[in-house]
């Protein structure tokens, strides 16, 4: 279970990377049937100030605050640097020791591959600084384009924004899909994008003047057996169908029929661990139509059948 939460920072942390941790993490969601988190952000020196990207940081923990953490996040660290402290490269080793969750963003991966936690592992992090950690960490399988990996014990993920990704697909592998949905709806951002998503998205930036595509999306989940279109999905954004697969790439970072089919997993995952529904029923529920269709998307998105995913996490411990 995911309770406690502890965010690593030292000198050089990026302030807006360590911001994305805490609006996942940190925030009171209980009202919207969020468990609260113990959060914490812990550094060598609790109490001393730290620079970070415009201002300093006063990390209110000591590393011993990580002994009893279920996670520990590493937000990015500016500019890479050739060194880090002794005492938080072991506080990382004794974490991985004892089974701790790890989490990365972005040149948050250097410390974990710097402490060895990374050998033999894939990982990932931002495009800018994948060649320099390639040949600084040759132990490690350092993959350029996705957005995160997760290896079990340890998640690492590209820049900011994939950082979210990462932080709601740990919360959704431990707490569930409803638990993640409701931290995505208040944060305003996709419920889910798949980890293996490029990173690079080659389109024009959006024009400001259009709105937001939040509405025809939350409009897509709530109608998730209907049929649709780009055309129809156009329409009721008020665009032309162009503009419309444009924005859509742009602000989901894959397109309407991937998106959509997305999300029906999400939902078939869902309806898998709070139903005891057939196959065939869940897959109508959720608009694949056929338990074969549900069966290559689910194991496409998920990794692994809906049978699989049922036993182990189905609330009910029911088969299909």
Known sequence: MLKTVSALVMNGSAAFELGVVCEVFGVDRTEDGVPPFDFRVCGEHPGRPLDSTGFRLVPSHGLDALEDADLVVVPAV?????????????????AAA?????????????????????????????????????????ETKVDPDVLFVDEGSVITSAGTASGIDACLHLVRRELGSAVANAIARRMIVPPQRDGGQRQFIDLPVPETECDSLQPVLDW?????????????LARRARMSERTFARRFVAETG?????????????HARRLLEETGLGMEEIAHACGLGSGALLRHHFRRVVGVTPVDYRRSFSLAGSEL
């Not at 894959?254 to 999400?266: A, F, G, S």
Request: proline residues 6%; aromatic residues 8%.
């Open 98 to 138: 004892r089974g701790t969750t790890l989490l990365t963003v972005c040149s948050g991966a250097f410390l974990l591959a710097e402490a060895g936690i990374l050998d033999g592992r894939r990982c990932t992090l931002h495009w800018k600084h994948v060649d320099e950690f390639a040949r600084r960490y040759p």
């Open 254 to 266: 894959t397109t309407p029929l991937r998106w959509i089919t997305q999300q029906r997993v999400l």
């Open 78 to 94: 500016a500019g890479a640097p050739a060194g880090f402290p002794p005492a938080i490269l072991d506080a990382l080793r004794a």
């Open 220 to 232: 897509m989940i709530e109608n998730l057996t209907t049929e649709f279109s780009t055309a129809r």
